[in-house]
């Protein structure tokens, strides 16, 4: 871990809505560790190892402990090619999305871009985002679908 992370006491992870051609999802879980690791690389081998490897490092009480508020930026939302920009594979969402659970904003995310990549008839991500299981099987939020409340917040105008 980057030693900054001793040192700091809370943390608002602000990823942005996107795909990684390596991890599936450039998610909450994926963008406070693996940004902040050294050799991340090993790290970034989608299944078998890469799975759980994610999930493991974010349950570190240098991470997870201090992690308050997720804040992810949908608002332009990129479902392949990431987590480079490629305008090509983005999507004009327009869409915040807030949680303190990790796990569940980024099953609700892995499921909109697995939407949006077979509209676009591009392969799934799923099997490489498998750290989003593995990260609820170890206690580090929910990812069932039936257990995942969304709520719409609608703009207000000012006047």
């Given at each position: 871990?980057?030693?900054?992370?001793?040192?700091?006491?809370?943390?608002?992870?602000?990823?942005?809505?996107?795909?990684?051609?390596?991890?599936?999802?450039?998610?909450?879980?994926?963008?406070?560790?693996?940004?902040?690791?050294?050799?991340?690389?090993?790290?970034?081998?989608?299944?078998?190892?890469?799975?759980?490897?994610?999930?493991?490092?974010?349950?570190?009480?240098?991470?997870?402990?201090?992690?308050?508020?997720?804040?992810?930026?949908?608002?332009?939302?990129?479902?392949?090619?990431?987590p480079?920009?490629?305008?090509?594979?983005?999507?004009?969402?327009?869409?915040?999305?807030a949680?303190?659970?990790?796990?569940?904003?980024?099953?609700?995310?892995?499921?909109?871009?697995?939407?949006?990549?077979?509209?676009?008839?591009?392969?799934?991500?799923?099997h490489?985002?498998?750290?989003?299981?593995?990260?609820?099987?170890?206690?580090?939020?929910?990812a069932?679908?039936?257990?995942?409340?969304?709520?719409?917040?609608?703009?207000?105008t000012?006047?």
């Amino acid at each position: 871990m980057s030693a900054i992370s001793s040192e700091i006491t809370k943390i608002i992870n602000v990823p942005v809505m996107s795909n990684t051609e390596m991890n599936g999802i450039a998610g909450c879980l994926y963008n406070v560790t693996i940004p902040n690791i050294d050799n991340w690389r090993r790290f970034s081998q989608g299944r078998g190892f890469g799975a759980a490897s994610i999930a493991e490092i974010y349950s570190n009480p240098l991470v997870s402990k201090k992690v308050v508020l997720n804040l992810m930026d949908g608002l332009i939302a990129q479902y392949a090619g990431g987590p480079q920009s490629q305008p090509f594979f983005s999507e004009h969402h327009a869409t915040l999305y807030a949680s303190k659970d990790p796990v569940a904003l980024d099953a609700v995310v892995l499921k909109k871009l697995e939407e949006w990549r077979r509209r676009g008839s591009l392969p799934a991500i799923g099997h490489m985002a498998e750290y989003v299981e593995a990260a609820a099987q170890i206690g580090l939020g929910n990812a069932a679908p039936e257990r995942i409340q969304v709520k719409h917040v609608g703009r207000t105008t000012a006047e």
